[in-house]
């Protein structure tokens, strides 16, 4: 069974904060938000996780609602190179990491 | 320093044949992880070593499929009698163990494209 839910696709203008929503409402308290991304023909790449407070790194910032059912990956200002899919993806122990078929995210000049 | 590398980068073969798919973890990362991806589709976990030994092969499809870790470090996927829905790109990944999540995260190969014609 899927745990997270997460639109098909999405575009962003060039420079302009990109926001992708995830929900996973049947997480646990000690499952982890991960977020990882995979630009075409690459393996996927590790961007940010978190649990209960927000995140942000040098990629993105990552916003976990307060009941903790949905969050949103933030890429401030987009660029052509982070057109990739992006997958959300929550878990206790990383060898349990399970994907989904993730968002496919377009950013456009 | 290096990352994880497949190889080959592709494999065409014929239904039927037997293959071999081989990845180089990141040196000293403990776990190691295949998956699957299908064309349009996010990447299907197989099988992850701790060590030398398989600790989950739940993901593995059939027993066509089997994959070794002998010293710890590089495994091999091995695939017999192979069937054309076998084709896909296979991903490996490693991380420094396997565990509480946050401290281990996954780094991936580019993975080895396989055609089954």
């Known amino acids: 069974d899927a745990k997270t839910t997460q639109p098909t696709s999405m575009d962003c203008a060039e420079g302009r904060a990109a926001n992708l929503p995830c929900n996973h409402s049947?997480?646990?308290?000690?499952?982890?938000v991960y977020w990882y991304r995979q630009i075409h023909s690459q393996g996927p790449q590790y961007i940010i996780h978190g649990l209960k407070n927000n995140e942000t790194n040098e990629m993105a910032s990552l916003i976990i609602t307060e009941d903790r059912k949905s969050s949103t990956l933030i890429l401030p200002h987009a660029t052509l190179r982070d057109t990739a899919v992006y997958y959300c993806?929550?878990?206790?122990?990383?060898?349990?990491?399970?994907f989904g078929a993730g968002t496919r995210l377009t950013v456009k000049p | 320093g290096a990352g994880v590398s497949q190889t080959p980068s592709n494999k065409v073969t014929e239904k039927g044949k037997y293959v071999e798919l081989r990845c180089d973890p990141i040196?000293?990362?403990?776990?190691l992880y295949w998956y699957r991806q299908s064309l349009g589709q996010g990447p299907e976990f197989l099988i992850y070593?701790?060590?030398?030994?398989?600790?989950?092969d739940s993901g593995l499809p059939n027993d066509r499929f089997f994959a070794v870790r002998p010293e710890g470090s590089v495994s091999t996927l091995k695939i017999q009698r192979t069937e054309r829905g076998d084709s896909a790109v296979y991903l490996c990944?490693?991380?420094?163990?396997?565990?509480?999540?946050?401290?281990?995260?996954?780094?991936f190969g580019p993975g080895t494209r396989l055609t089954v014609l």
């Open positions: 990944a490693s991380s420094q163990t396997a565990g509480l999540a946050p401290y281990n995260e996954q780094f």
């Open positions: 040196s000293g990362h403990t776990a």
């Open positions: 070593f701790q060590g030398t030994g398989a600790a989950d």
């Open positions: 049947t997480i646990s308290g000690n499952e982890y």
């Open positions: 993806i929550v878990l206790y122990n990383n060898n349990d990491m399970r």
